[in-house]
């Protein structure tokens, strides 16, 4: 395509884009600091109407920009690549050319609105790197001072707190800290507060009858190398349990009688005939041992055979409940019900066929009235995958189409997710609004869980503005389907406050949308956010297993860096959060010299100088600004 074929092309884009203009410079309501940035949205939105790969290979054929990095400044860039183009072309076609564009509106605006809405919401950037760090603090925090402390010195700068735990005492023990370790430090922290949301989670399930499992210690061959050890004790008592000894119930006069040397013959819970030989007696109760496996269950009779109890009787009194679940395969149906009352397994008959499906509550049963056939319905953070069958009044019958190899039980309390159902319920529950007081007093912003439509973020700001007191800035948490599908409604909405911030909350998106996709949508998210200059907070699983388990993956080390082209990226509480937060300063520090958003930064690298050093050219070697790094 020729440099003319090329400018007729891009002259009509840019049409498309300067009438947009018109209508983005009428958008009511939007706040000033945010005015060209929603002007840069709408003509970023424009833009991506149209697939623009064929115009991108034509333009670098040229040596021009493929518009691949206009997000900041999307009409400054189309003006650009219009100039050059009229530059290449031959001047004996320039009469037939409309004349070109003026010169391009500042280049750096977008880019530097975006730095100053990033400082409004997340403070001044550290020494070192671009992207802040959030953190999410453990319970501890409350009454843990030196804690907090040592995240503030290994590079927190903004301090999350999940309003879904704790209470509001321990939310203020928290913050009391961090202001406290803000004066050791020397540091500025930021506080957001993470409202709770509504829980769509599964029901309770009727408990199972408690069952002891006693197991005598074997060798690899299976010999007994250890018996069993089991206290008898009273009811009434709770003994303290000592390793390697399991604490047994029982009532009966003959405990009292019961004397080293004397047997206990019972059938366990099989039926199996078993014996438990006395060892010792002491205030705790009695000690006995047994060399085989035994199962334990209320109700089971223990005969003594000895001295002075012969012929009497024990009888195991009742055992902690155990907690059910049901094991769910594909092909296996399972009726999720409005009621919350207690869920059961499936039933089967004596050929083992089931004859009625298991079943099981769910905690909003509003999400009912726009449940469908064909609706698919996600449990456990997507480990179990259904779509609905048949719904009516009471239960949806769902037919489970993907777990695991050999299943997954699905427990009380597990997420449920249906990314196909208009859920129609609001994002703030009683309890968020009744916790806002406190947010709008302390918080420096306010994370907005399941948000779906601009309506939702309406309600929000009309809910701070009515107690009146603080501004906190409003978080966007992008985890459901459609709260992506509305992005640009929701920044549009949101950019009528003078700060606002969106985060892939990228746990419930991948579970919504697919594992598969969630590369591609927090590629858009950024992408969109960027264009709208709203800084981006990169969440969920963060060397998740370096903060619970010590060490992390090779994948999750390569995650972190990728979060380098947010504006802030958050880790998860963990055991280990503190060596989590110094190794993500330390990867975020030495991206920051590689990467700004989509763009490569090219500094010296290093192996380069050493290629060349290798090499002896000292010619080369003199054209090289030694600006490298240490690997």
């Known amino acids: 395509m020729s440099p003319v074929d090329l400018i007729a092309e891009l002259t009509e884009l840019h049409r498309q884009l300067v009438e947009s203009s018109v209508i983005s410079s009428e958008l009511a309501g939007i706040d000033p600091t945010f005015r060209n940035s929603a002007q840069n949205l709408i003509h970023y939105l424009v833009l991506r109407c149209r697939d623009l790969r064929p115009l991108q290979e034509q333009l670098s054929r040229h040596g021009l920009s493929s518009l691949g990095r206009a997000e900041p400044h999307v009409l400054p860039t189309l003006q650009a690549v219009l100039r050059a183009l009229h530059a290449l072309a031959p001047p004996e076609r320039h009469g037939e050319l409309l004349s070109a564009p003026a010169a391009p509106a500042e280049w750096d605006a977008g880019p530097r609105l975006l730095k100053q809405h990033t400082d409004a919401l997340l403070g001044p950037p550290p020494v070192g790197r671009s992207a802040r760090i959030m953190v999410t603090v453990p319970s501890e925090a409350a009454d843990d001072p030196d804690l907090v402390r040592d995240l503030l010195q290994l590079g927190m700068d903004c301090m999350r707190i999940n309003c879904a735990h704790d209470g509001a005492d321990a939310w203020l023990r928290m913050i009391e800290n961090l202001r406290w370790a803000e004066k050791v430090v020397g540091r500025p922290c930021r506080v957001n507060m993470d ?42 008592m709770l003994p303290a349990a000592v390793q390697g000894e399991i604490c047994l119930p029982v009532s009966g006069h003959a405990l009292r009688q ?74 296996d149906s399972v009726l999720l019900t409005r009621s919350l009352a207690e869920g059961r397994p499936a039933d089967a008959g004596i050929d083992g066929r089931v004859t009625a499906p298991a079943r099981i509550g769910c905690t909003l049963p509003e999400v009912f009235d726009n449940l469908a056939p064909g609706h698919r319905v996600l449990f456990d953070d997507g480990r179990i995958s259904g779509v609905v069958r048949a719904i009516d009044d009471e239960a949806a019958l769902i037919e489970i189409t993907r777990t695991r190899s050999g299943g997954v039980r699905l427990r009380p309390d597990k997420g449920i997710n249906l990314p196909d159902t208009p859920l129609g319920i609001s994002p703030l529950t009683a309890k968020d609004l009744a916790d806002l007081p406190l947010i709008c007093q302390h918080a420096d912003m306010v994370s907005l869980s399941f948000v779906n439509s601009p309506r939702d973020v309406r309600a929000l700001v009309d809910a701070i503005q009515q107690i009146g007191k603080g501004r906190p800035a409003i978080i966007l948490k992008i985890e459901t389907r459609r709260g992506f599908e509305s992005l640009p409604a929701l920044l549009l909405e949101a950019m009528c406050l003078p700060a606002c911030g969106v985060m892939i909350a990228r746990g419930d998106l991948a579970v919504e949308c697919g594992f598969e996709r969630l590369a591609e949508l927090q590629e858009e998210i950024l992408w969109t956010c960027e264009a709208a200059h709203v800084p981006v907070i990169w969440a969920t699983q963060v060397l998740e297993s370096l903060a619970k388990e010590g060490l992390p993956s090779r994948a999750e080390i390569t995650d972190a860096a990728m979060g380098d082209r947010a504006e802030c990226v958050m880790l998860n509480k963990g055991p280990h959060i503190l060596r989590a937060v110094e190794s993500l300063n330390d990867i975020l520090q030495r991206m920051d010299a590689h990467q700004s958003k989509k763009r490569s930064m090219l500094r010296g690298l290093r192996l380069a100088h050493n290629f060349f050093e290798e090499t002896g050219d000292e010619s080369l070697n003199r054209l090289m600004v030694n600006d490298t790094q240490n690997d």
């Open 195 to 236: 409202l709770a949301g509504p829980k769509l989670r599964t029901g309770p399930l009727a408990p199972l009858p408690g069952v002891v499992k006693v197991r005598p210690h074997r060798d690899d061959c299976g010999r007994v190398i250890a018996p069993a050890r089991v206290l008898l004790h009273e009811p009434s």
């Open 258 to 331: 019961l004397a080293a040397g004397d047997c206990l013959r019972f059938r366990d819970a099989r039926g199996a005939v078993r014996l438990l030989r006395v060892a010792a007696v002491d205030a705790r109760g009695c000690h006995a041992e047994s060399r085989q496996t035994c199962y334990f269950v209320a109700g089971i009779e223990l005969h003594v055979a000895g001295r002075r109890a012969a012929g009497q009787r024990l009888v195991v009194s009742t055992l902690p409940e155990r907690q059910n679940s049901l094991l769910l395969c594909s092909g």
